[in-house]
């Protein structure tokens, strides 16, 4: 009976060392796509399939192969992602019609609230419900924060926090863009 005990007590901790390995390491991987972007390194985007704020559909990054992607993660209780929402879209309406399609990621929210936002802002893009693995695997921290993808689905920008706005004209450009 002793050694039954003593196995399952090695057994169990053994579990816990690999558990807390495993969840280590996803904490050092987090992260890792912004941190390559703003390090200057062009990272192939995490692959993602989400539905459709609007429950219209899913949305993929594959959709915007082809284009270049401004993905603005947002939430509608965020002072900040109000604030500059209007930049936004003003940037979004101006690029109507060329190469560049926008995208919302809502995170951490109430889908009524959310859509709220849309509607109070006049949002003129979609936006995709997080699943929490596709903010994890971007490495995103809060909102807002802001990513472009240049037309193969890489990263070339990111802004943890408020975006610039001539620096996201830049980055449009840069990235294949008007």
């Not at 019609?97 to 859509?115: C, H």
């Amino acid at each position: 009976m002793r050694r039954a005990l003593q196995v399952g007590g090695l057994l169990a901790l053994t579990a816990f060392v690999v558990l807390l390995a495993v969840a280590v390491r996803r904490a050092q991987d987090k992260g890792s796509f912004g941190k390559a972007v703003l390090a200057g390194a062009r990272p192939q985007g995490p692959a993602f399939d989400l539905p459709a704020l609007d429950g219209k559909g899913r949305i993929r990054l594959a959709d915007f192969r082809g284009k270049v992607l401004v993905l603005n993660v947002w939430a509608s209780w965020c002072a900040p992602c109000a604030d500059e929402e209007p930049l936004l879209r003003q940037i979004a309406l101006a690029e109507t019609g060329s190469r560049v399609a926008f995208l919302g990621l809502n995170r951490v929210d109430v889908r009524e609230g959310a859509q709220a936002f849309v509607k109070r802002f006049s949002i003129p893009f979609r936006s995709a419900i997080d699943d929490r693995e596709t903010s994890d695997a971007l490495g995103v921290s809060g909102v807002p924060e802001t990513f472009v993808f240049d037309t193969h689905g890489r990263g070339v920008a990111y802004w943890p926090g408020s975006f610039d706005p001539d620096a996201l004209r830049q980055a449009i450009r840069t990235a294949g863009g008007s």
